[in-house]
């Protein structure tokens, strides 16, 4: 019987150490290779909109022809955007702020509303 006891405390281990790489690396095992996270936001002051857009190449490879079209008629090219490589982007003064259409060449669309972060006491704007 004690024998038995490191057997199971290895399986125990390794089965531990898989769902840690599966559940809490960042990217995991499975990384898709063309991936894009979008998040447009706006935040209303006192005297003014403060907007802006984040963009972050979240697949293994790079994207190409990064357009993001902010409505109004409002577009900037970005070109390429590198794995991992983060960017803000603000939109042109007088736009609208109500959606953002960013599209890349390897097949990406995200369309996405301007989103209003929760106000947080002591911070601006709240």
Known sequence: MTSKIPIFGGIG??????VF???FTPSGIFQEEYSLSVDPTKEKQTLFIMARVSLV?????????V????????RTYLGTLKPGQFV???P???NS?????????EG??????????????????S
Do not use: C, E, H, W
């Open 13 to 18: 281990s390794a089965v531990a150490g898989i």
């Open 21 to 23: 790489v599966l559940f």
């Open 57 to 65: 190449n979240t697949g293994t490879k790079p994207l190409t022809n």
């Open 67 to 74: 357009n993001i079209d902010f409505g109004d008629g409002d």
């Open 88 to 90: 803000i982007i603000s």
């Open 92 to 94: 042109p003064q007088g």
């Open 97 to 105: 702020l109500q959606y953002v259409i960013v599209t890349a060449s």
């Open 108 to 125: 990406i669309y995200v369309s996405k509303v301007y989103r209003l972060p929760v106000a947080m006491p002591g911070m601006m704007g």
